[in-house]
Nanobody
Framework: VQLQASGGGLVQAGGSLRLSCAPS????????MGWFRQAPGKEREFVAA????????NYADSVKGRFTISRDNAKNTMYLQIDSLKPEDTAVYYC????????????????WGQGTLVTVSS
């Protein structure tokens, strides 16, 4: 399974971005997909996750109300809508896929994408 994340870029504070993550290869039995981010000099942190079958979502407290995770089953794609961007949201955003049952939404995950950089200017 390969994951392709896209949608990052440079945006001013207060702006919005939508990140996408599309798995390819053997994508059967996807349990959970999620987004993590890693800011410069910091550890990777959980952002949000979605259970593929039910659409149940989970968010880190720091992003609740500004980030929205969703999936399009027909397109086999996961999204992360980020609104009201802040400079502290600057990070490389990674998407992950978890097949194991049960899956802890905060990890570990089985597959990772290469990351997409989000830079928020003040």
């Amino acid at each position: 399974v390969q994951l392709q994340a896209s949608g990052g870029g440079l945006v001013q504070a207060g702006g919005s971005l939508r990140l996408s993550c599309a798995p390819s290869g053997r994508t059967s039995s996807v349990n959970v997909m999620g987004w993590f981010r890693q800011a410069p000099g910091k550890e990777r942190e959980f952002v949000a996750a979605i259970t593929w079958s039910s659409g149940t979502t989970n968010y880190a407290d720091s992003v609740k109300g500004r980030f929205t995770i969703s999936r399009d089953n027909a397109k086999n794609t996961m999204y992360l809508q980020i609104d009201s961007l802040k400079p502290e949201d600057t990070a490389v955003y990674y998407c992950g896929l978890c097949r194991r049952v049960p899956c802890n939404v905060k990890g570990p995950y089985d597959y990772w994408g290469q990351g997409t950089l989000v830079t928020v200017s003040s």
